[in-house]
């Protein structure tokens, strides 16, 4: 059973800061895709950015692109969110999902492993 843990939501005013933290307790995390995800109340769960196994190729959705910025540390099994000016849209639950699968996205479908969330806040 693979456990995804995220960490350092909180609140924040707009123009602000976040970093999240992602962890995976498996035993060979370069062999691991990971992906955020967010969910706002009353609307689905939709991709937020994305990173390969090696950590060297990316995507972002077009909402977040150039505010926020992933990155893997395979050493240490963590993936990290950096939220830049963040704004009141971004307000929602951040999840954190990883596959070992070949081919990973966008898509909720292509990630075998999900985290709790972590609740961001964005004031304005």
């Known amino acids: 059973q693979v456990h995804v843990v995220e960490s350092g939501g909180g609140l924040v005013q707009a123009g602000g800061s976040l970093r999240l933290s992602c962890t995976a307790s498996?035993?060979?995390?370069?062999?691991?895709?990971v992906a955020w995800f967010r969910q706002a109340p009353g609307k689905e769960r939709e991709f937020v950015a994305a990173v390969s196994r090696t950590g060297g190729w990316t995507d972002y959705s077009d909402s977040v692109k150039g505010r926020f910025t992933i990155s893997k540390d395979n050493a240490k099994n963590m993936v990290f969110l950096q939220m830049n000016n963040l704004k009141p849209e971004d307000t929602a639950v951040y999840y954190c999902?990883?596959?070992?699968?070949?081919?990973?996205?966008?898509?909720?479908?292509?990630?075998?492993?999900w985290g709790q969330g972590t609740q961001v806040t964005v004031s304005s």
């Open positions: 498996v035993r060979t995390f370069s062999s691991y895709a």
């Open positions: 999902a990883t596959t070992d699968r070949i081919f990973s996205g966008p898509s909720t479908r292509q990630y075998d492993y």
